[in-house]
C-alpha cells in the first residue's frame, strides 16, 4: 500500500478517545509495502510482510502453505501484540519470484526460511502450516 493511503489512514483515527492505542493496533491490521529479501544461490526474491511495532519486539516468522501468500497470516500476526511478524510470499507464491531454475523442493522453500531469520537481529518464533511448517521445520 502506499505511503498516502497510510498517511491519511492514520490521520483518520487521530481524533479517537484513545487514538494512541487505536493508532498502535490498527497500524499492525495494515501491511505495509512487502519488503524484498533475495534466497540464498538461486537469488530469488522474496516478498516479506511485516506487522508489529516500531521498535521492533520479539520476532515471530510466518510460513503459509501452498497456494496461499504471506497475507493468510495478517487476522493472527494483528493480534500477536508487542511482537514483529513476518510473513513471506514462499517463492513461486504471492509477490515472490518463481525459481529460475524450477526448484520448489522442500529445500528450496526451507534455504527460504532459513534466509529470512537469518536477516533478523535475533532468531524468530516460527509459525507454519503444511509446507510452510515443514519447511521451517527443515529449516532449523
Same mark, same amino acid.
Given at each position: ?5 497510510? #498517511?491519511?489512514?492514520? +490521520?483518520?483515527?487521530?481524533?479517537? =478517545?484513545?487514538? /494512541? ?12 509495502? %512487502? *519488503? ?8 530469488? /526474491? *522474496? =516478498?516479506?510482510?511485516? &506487522? ?11 510460513? @503459509?502453505? !501452498? +497456494? &496461499?501468500?504471506? *497475507? ?8 500477536? !501484540? ?10 513461486? @507464491? ?7 531454475? +524450477? ?5 528450496? &522453500? $526451507? $534455504? #527460504?526460511?532459513? /534466509?529470512?531469520?537469518?536477516? *533478523? ?6 509459525? +507454519? ?9 527443515? %529449516?532449523?
Amino acid at each position: 500500500r502506499g505511503r498516502n493511503e497510510v #498517511d491519511t489512514w492514520r +490521520g483518520a483515527i487521530r481524533g479517537t =478517545a484513545d487514538s /494512541e492505542a487505536v493508532h498502535r493496533n490498527s497500524i499492525r491490521a495494515k501491511a505495509l509495502d %512487502a *519488503l524484498r529479501v533475495s534466497s540464498g544461490s538461486d537469488g530469488v /526474491e *522474496l =516478498a516479506v510482510h511485516t &506487522f508489529g511495532p516500531d521498535p521492533p519486539g520479539p520476532h515471530v516468522l510466518h510460513a @503459509h502453505a !501452498t +497456494g &496461499f501468500h504471506g *497475507l493468510v497470516w495478517q487476522p493472527l500476526a494483528t493480534r500477536l !501484540t508487542g511482537h514483529s511478524c513476518w510473513a513471506p510470499d514462499l517463492r513461486g @507464491h504471492g509477490d515472490s519470484d518463481w525459481a529460475p531454475d +524450477g526448484d520448489y523442493t522442500l529445500d528450496g &522453500f $526451507a $534455504a #527460504d526460511i532459513a /534466509e529470512i531469520a537469518h536477516v *533478523l537481529p535475533s532468531p524468530p518464533a516460527l509459525i +507454519g502450516a503444511s509446507l510452510g511448517g515443514i519447511s521451517s521445520l527443515t %529449516a532449523i
